[in-house]
């Protein structure tokens, strides 16, 4: 065993000779430090802690269930995973970063290793928290702190600064598997404008694409593709094409021919490039392991680039099997045996299930390798990077090409990946337990370095209501990443599928998402630059009494959310570990009043958005705008709730380049000083021109004051 | 159509030529009545009814989600669901009746049909409540009243009393699909004696049958086992075996045979028996709607009984199919056809959908046959009447060879089987959000008829935590039905099988569930009786800022219960709509304490159960023993919360007998007086000697008061 010592007395210990995941920054200095975890190296690696009745466990990223971790059997092993019930040990990211919480203190760790890690935090056995690690090559990081905030924070800052997405990624995002053709997707476009609906772009899922052939767009159903991408974007709107992680064997595509020749395919046991089979039929996959592969593959992006496409989402790239050749066969030569016979129950459902299985088998990993500096790895070894390596590709070739921030998601991710992309929750349904998982998982990812995050509102798979898409963008009306997702053959889910009343309350809603872009975008913006969490647990704040508290939350230092996500609900309860301010905010108007500390019932219409602003803290809010181009900062609405005074930093840039070009950090202070407030604006936005300020105090008066900023 | 007056004000309504389907008592008297309702006669008739904003719609029995039924779509079909997922439109029971209730009145309606209809309560369009009934002969009938409760009082007059279980059927039952032999089962009752754990029964899943045919043992694995009935049953503890709709096809097995022989099982097109493929392979499925077959398979039942079986419960009877030989066939086929190619996605998903919609296929309804009065019947015009038929079946055969009243259980149901045995809620799993659904679902049921109920505690399928084995007691410790059950292949889920604390805080629930039984026996004696509910919404008897409370609800008229049901919570938001006493108990234990009206935090350890009395309402306790033959009415505990004066009407009778033998009412009548209570008992209970009285005042003070009975 190797140690080093990172900054801020984080520790890094390197058992065997452990593949370089690029996961964090750096690998620390070596220092000799002893390790004093209980730990079994083996082909399989035991980790194991004890565990006391109070501990709990946060992290892990995303994975169903409770934030608090505690008791459940979860897996580090990226899947393609379309039905999200709460069995489920695994979805799309392999994110191995928690923190022990005890009751007199806590601990974080990060398990660096690119294969399966299966965490028993106290299932099998209450008092045990046992980690296997599938190798003997790993690199462990230990990191203490005094709260779990500052482990997260030195966590975050050994992992590396998330990548910052423009400001228009901050808008919201009409997509749905099955728009067919430019007229389609013209349609959306222009039904937004009818509706006005604000918009900032609309994904393209794999329909516009030649034969699900990446880096391709289909001239019958999106001629003239170019000038098309040239109007929307005029307007401010954004089209953003999905890539997915398998390249369509077919000869004279120039994807496959390149990838052939320039050697960049997976290869089988044999030698020859792995066949799977997935949306094109059989695809090779890329070696993403490969540089000379991510930077082929990255290259390749600039086909989009060229057609004005400024954001791209990488998919079922876990990567997503549907068959291969060898079980396909396995599984036609089971069903002819059982010709004409009467099956007894066992044999029915080794057969039903053999074609069941078929999709994502996990032994596909074990047929196909990668090369990494020249050795050959199977894929199960290094499974947990290929998604995360395709977006380090992608990240590559957009960011050459363009020079500028772009949008860029991926389904399958692992800690590293953070750096370059941001992820959505992927194939969630619309179901109200998933609405409350969306709340639950954000601080999870979160704390594993992802900010640009959220989940498909409104559900991908199923049918979703009126009621249901309301409520849902209630809450993600908060997340730096909104988007409408939703599956072929499901009910049309756009803001303007049900009825009036569901049009005008996501309309109000809608637009007080855009009021709160400039709030949103300067957390963000902080949050990164700060290594400070956007999401945060109530449990992080609050001791005792508030620990347990996971649909409610707090997005930055300011906001606490306490969102509907059960049905037919216009109330619900929700516990204040402090007073606070209860806004509400619609299109034109806002609201405050005060709500005491402690449980009390909260009234929550369709019609606005509405959360709580904590003491001696304020929040600004904008106009709302068609789209982000359009926002403008001449006007801000400050909302405080002053008892003695606060002070708001408030970031701003061009939202768009690289470095954070024209950078503001305007500092807005507020002091109560008997019958009236002291307001000070430090380096004032260059746009700005007025502040109305609403200033809240203890006993619930009231204070409107206008600020006219001086330049 | 004709019109009838039932009493009360009930109103019936008959269009075209209906099938009786026996779901009530009876026809009522013709009268010329108008029908108002818009309705749409046809091969699918429509009925819709307008929504208001504040309508809510109650009923329909076994499906999941909201208690308020609004804005979904639920499906009257019964079906051997396996996946409890939110999306679900159906279960495994039919329950067509419903309380539509408006601003300033409701109504309810039962639909007596015996095929599909289709609910869409607002899913659609949030204006219109929409009916599909799948025919044009049908009863519909029509029930006003002055309150919710009122409406569910007389329509469970006009379905007739509910079915009435022995009074051992209240105690605690242990299940697993996997324990093989009369040594793993005898083990299983050693155990519970051997960890002080109360105990009444254990169920018998299909494999203690030989090949999975019914009526039979296996020799082998259950040798002597008439003599191993006897033995469990002296020391109070039933054995509960499963029986299957499904006959094994196979000479010389004499079900088999005299089916055949006495035309009693269902054909096909042809006129031959039909041919489908359950646990045993190839069966015949008996037309239990021929009144024979139900006489004839009924008697079968003494096989049983005579064996000393005095409970027994129906299952795959929705009835659940796996395969039939065309469709295996066609499947086939297709692989077949699939051989060597390479699948597009369309082919591939397909080829997977096609085996995995083998089972269950409603294809199959249309291609097998009963014959109802002589009359030929597609199975799909009566589908719901074919597990209600079997139990009516068994419930004959059960009664005239016990002579007493037996324990009958069926998975599939239609209302009008209510009278004949209970339900338990199929095949639920080891989630969180399906021990909620458990708490959601029992107050629908019962309104359909239903006493007799229960979820399979811990869950059936999926891996249960003991943390949620113990939540979950905390709330089935209420209801009538409890069973621990599991699935084969999951984690062991008995009590004993996690660790030593939660043997410990589940033998303590399960004790504190002994303690409860002659009150949950009164009361639910005293609901079928007199029709009033057993489990009811806080909306039955509160109005706004508490009709949205669903997961909360009432036992009787006295007990309040909000369960824990989610992980790593040690307490919870409870909304009070009034004052109540808190009480806490344990196997020893109780406590009482006040707590206010309005929103709270209520703590709620993993040991105790916890539970809150309504004011001027008073329950008796009594002391938990190893069975209910073993409990004792010597000497009870009353704990009341008296403010001005309470009356508790306690039944009890010999617990076994048909027609309430022994039966004794006795009152119990709490005033309070300044400084001290008038308590007085009238007519009591002749084994009882001693009342122990706990009272608390609204000063929260409490008075023991030692009651002497005088006999």
């Known amino acids: 065993m190797q140690s080093y010592k990172l900054n801020n007395g984080v520790e890094g210990f390197e058992f065997g000779t452990p593949i370089d995941t690029g996961a964090l920054l750096e690998k620390g200095t070596p220092e000799k430090i002893d390790f004093k975890e209980k730990m079994a190296v083996g082909k399989i690696t035991t980790l194991e802690f004890e565990l006391l009745p109070k501990d709990r466990i946060y992290g892990l990223g995303e994975h169903l269930g409770s934030m608090n971790r505690r008791g459940k059997r979860l897996r580090s092993y990226c899947r393609d995973e379309a039905n999200h019930t709460e069995d489920k040990n695994e979805l799309y990211g392999a994110h191995n970063f928690f923190v022990h919480v005890k009751e007199q203190e806590q601990t974080g760790f990060f398990i660096d290793f690119p294969g399966e890690v299966v965490y028993d935090t106290g299932f099998q056995d209450d008092k045990r928290f046992t980690i296997e690690i599938h190798g003997k090559d790993f690199r462990l990081i230990k990191i203490p702190g005094n709260s779990i905030e500052e482990i997260v924070s030195r966590f975050l800052q050994v992992a590396g600064k998330a990548y910052i997405p423009p400001k228009w990624a901050f808008g919201y995002f009409q997509s749905r598997w099955g728009y067919k053709d430019v007229a389609e997707i013209n349609g959306v476009y222009e039904r937004f404008q009818q509706e006005d609906l604000p918009l900032d772009g609309i994904y393209l899922d794999l329909d516009y694409m030649e034969d699900f052939k990446n880096f391709t767009v289909s001239r019958q159903r999106f001629p003239k593709f170019k000038e098309f991408v040239a109007k929307l974007k005029r307007d401010g709107v954004y089209l953003v094409p999905i890539i997915d992680a398998g390249v369509k064997i077919e000869p004279d595509y120039d994807i496959y021919e390149e990838g052939l020749a320039g050697n960049h395919f997976c290869l089988n046991a044999q030698g020859n490039p792995y066949v799977a089979a997935v949306w094109p039929g059989k695809v090779h996959f890329p070696d993403f392991l490969q540089s000379k592969t991510r930077k082929w593959f990255g290259e390749k992006y600039q086909f989009l680039t060229d057609l004005g496409i400024e954001g791209v989402w990488n998919d079922m790239n876990e990567p997503a099997i549907f068959y291969d050749e060898k079980n396909l066969e396995e599984a036609v030569d089971l069903a002819s045996d059982c010709r004409g016979k009467n099956l007894n129950v066992h044999k ?22 990668h090369r990494i500096q020249g050795k050959k790895h199977p894929h199960r070894e290094v499974h947990n990077l290929y998604g995360d390596y395709m977006t380090r590709a992608a990240n590559y070739g957009l960011q050459k090409h363009l020079n500028k921030r772009f949008l860029l998601i991926s389904r399958a991710s692992s800690i590293g990946m953070h750096r370059y992309g941001g992820i959505w929750t992927g194939d969630n349904a619309s179901w109200w337990s998933h609405l409350e998982e969306n709340i639950r998982m954000m601080p999870s990812i979160n704390m594993c370095g992802f900010y640009y995050i959220g989940a498909d509102t409104g559900g991908f798979g199923g049918q979703c209501s009126g009621e249901l898409l309301t409520r849902w963008l209630q809450f993600s009306a908060f997340t730096p990443l909104l988007r409408n997702h939703s599956a072929l053959d499901t009910r049309p889910q756009e803001p303007y599928a ?3 009343e569901v049009l005008e309350n996501t309309r109000s809603i809608l637009k007080g998402r855009y009021r709160l872009i400039p709030y949103l975008y300067s957390t963000y913006m902080k949050a990164v630059e700060e290594y400070q969490l956007f999401f945060k647990p109530l449990a992080f704040d609050y001791g005792e009494g508030y620990q ?12 606490m959310l306490a969102p509907i996500h059960k049905k037919n609900q216009s109330q619900r309860l929700v516990d204040l570990p402090e007073k606070m301010a209860r806004i509400t905010l619609t299109d034109q108007e806002t609201e405050m009043s005060l709500a005491p500390a402690g449980p009390q019932k909260l009234s929550y219409d369709l019609d606005h958005l509405r959360f709580f602003l904590r003491e001696n803290k304020m929040i600004p809010l904008g106009k709302s705008a068609k789209n982000v181009s359009k926002l403008s900062m001449k006007k801000l609405e400050v909302l405080a709730y002053i008892t003695n005074q606060g ?25 109560s000083r008997e019958d009236f407030y002291d307001i000070e604006v430090k380096n004032p936005h260059k746009e700005l021109e007025t502040i109305d300020f609403k200033i809240i105090n203890d006993n619930g008066r009231i204070q409107k004051i206008s600020y006219r900023v001086k330049t």
Do not use: P
């Open 647 to 671: 002070e708001h930093v408030f970031y701003d840039d061009d939202g768009i380049s690289l470095g954070n070009k024209e950078k503001n950090l305007m500092k807005i202070r507020i002091k």
């Open 348 to 369: 029915f459902f080794e057969l039903k299930d053999t074609f069941a299985n078929l999709l994502n088998d996990e032994d596909y990993h074990q047929r196909f390798y």
């Open 548 to 559: 347990e508290i996971e649909d409610q939350l707090f997005i930055g230092e300011e906001i």
């Open 498 to 500: 049900f009825s009036q």
